[in-house]
């Protein structure tokens, strides 16, 4: 039994104003995905989550995926998916049942018995489970156990809840923040996890051969090689660059006990992204004697501060080679001593006035004058005692839902 493990495509994404979709990045790797399958004419394709990036995608991020399981049910492949954090769960099962008749299996609200798809081999039947992302509360509620207060306890129980047969070949397909023993493995960028939120111990899917996860952008093992991130399919933020070569896992599967075969077959983007870190006249000379095209672009200078004619002459230059200027930044205050203003200058100077000389080093202008008025509100809301601010924040939550009621 072979299969093509994929996660998080975000369909609907953009990064720093540029649509992945508008600028062909997404429907691209779409089709390329879709040569793919069709060239290795898997047993199923496994989608762990995060479909779309908004839980109301656009309308273009709902053509793109019908372009996708059309394509897919076209070459006679079945598609398993199961909806993540990002996803509306409701709105990406839509037409469920009948999609099933296509062997389109989508999963996109909890249920108390997960639903399950057997496909067979030669060596007997393989069962996928479906786990959309997990809340506790919803789980508790579901399972009606008031004991369920975290998500490991909450994965647990809903899998002891299922008619499981682990003598035979079982594969369920994700939507977490696995760790082991309490530890993140690796971070994948844009969908790193912060403090531990919503941790499960990869312990509790011992007994599966194989679990396809989904919600962390890189793609690693955790705790066993046959429990697997398989990333998103594109670099979706630029500390996501450490892992450039990105693609879709394909997994096979032998007989019981045996350890799975697991390949990652590369897909190139549309637009690789690039993070430039050095001093402003190196990179410069180095891009001016490169002629690499069709890029996304960070540079982070380490010896000055960026001026507006730096940026005119990364973005002219990048434009006239098809990429993007996404990002131009400094890390030089943290280099500098030496020009450090006099001890109690900046005391001396309200949060609205050291805003505006920050904004005039970066921006070389002053804001407008509906920024100048919000950056006023703010320096008021700080330098309200804090009780003082409490008391205006209730009586405006109160207010709301007075008018709330009222419009009922």
Not at 83 to 103: P, V
Not at 156 to 183: C, M, P, S
Not at 323 to 337: A, I, P
Request: aromatic fraction near 8%; proline fraction near 5%; charge should be negative.
């Amino acid at each position: 039994m072979k299969f093509l493990h994929l996660a998080d495509l975000h369909f609907g994404k953009s990064i720093h104003g540029v649509s992945l979709v508008e600028n062909g990045d997404q429907p691209a790797w779409a089709e390329r995905f879709l040569k793919l399958a069709e060239e290795l004419r898997p047993d199923a394709v496994v989608m762990a989550g995060d479909i779309y990036d908004r839980n109301a995608p656009s309308g273009d991020a709902v053509s793109l995926l019908d372009r996708v399981i059309t394509g897919l049910a076209g070459l006679g492949i079945p598609v398993l998916m199961t909806a993540g954090n990002h996803d509306s769960g409701q709105r990406l099962s839509f037409g469920g049942r009948l999609l099933a008749k296509q062997n389109i299996h989508i999963c996109g609200v909890l249920s108390r018995e997960l639903p399950h798809v057997t496909l067979s081999d030669g060596h007997g039947p393989v069962t996928f489970w479906l786990m959309p992302y997990i809340f506790p509360a919803l789980a508790a509620q579901m399972l009606e156990d008031d004991s369920i207060h975290d998500y490991d306890t909450a994965v647990r129980k809903l899998l002891a809840a299922q008619e499981i047969d682990f003598t035979q070949r079982n594969v369920l397909a994700a939507h977490q923040n696995v760790t082991v023993n309490g530890q993140e493995v690796g971070r994948g960028g844009s969908e790193s996890m912060v403090g531990g939120v919503g941790q499960v111990d990869y312990t509790a899917f011992d007994g599966f051969d194989y679990v396809a996860l989904g919600h962390i952008h890189a793609a690693y093992p955790v705790g066993r090689d046959s429990v697997r991130y398989a990333g998103s399919p594109l670099c979706y933020h630029f500390t996501e660059t450490r892992q450039a070569r990105k693609g879709p896992l394909l997994v096979e599967l032998g007989a019981k006990g045996q350890p799975p075969v697991i390949t990652t077959q590369i897909i190139p983007a549309l637009h690789p992204m690039r993070e430039i870190r050095g001093a402003f006249a190196e990179i410069r000379a180095a891009e001016l004697a490169g002629e690499r095209r069709g890029e996304y672009l960070r540079i982070v200078l380490t010896d000055r501060r960026p001026e507006p004619e730096d940026y005119r002459f990364f973005r002219e230059l990048y434009e006239s080679r098809g990429s993007v200027l996404m990002e131009l930044v400094s890390e030089y205050r943290q280099f500098r001593d030496i020009d450090a203003p006099p001890a109690g200058a900046a005391g001396e100077k309200s949060v609205e006035e050291l805003f505006l000389d920050f904004y005039a080093e970066r921006c070389g202008s002053a804001p407008g004058i509906q920024e100048q008025a919000l950056l006023q509100f703010a320096g008021e809301q700080l330098r309200m005692p804090e009780g003082a601010l409490l008391e205006r924040q209730a009586r405006a939550m109160l207010e709301y839902a007075l008018k709330q009621e009222g419009a009922v």
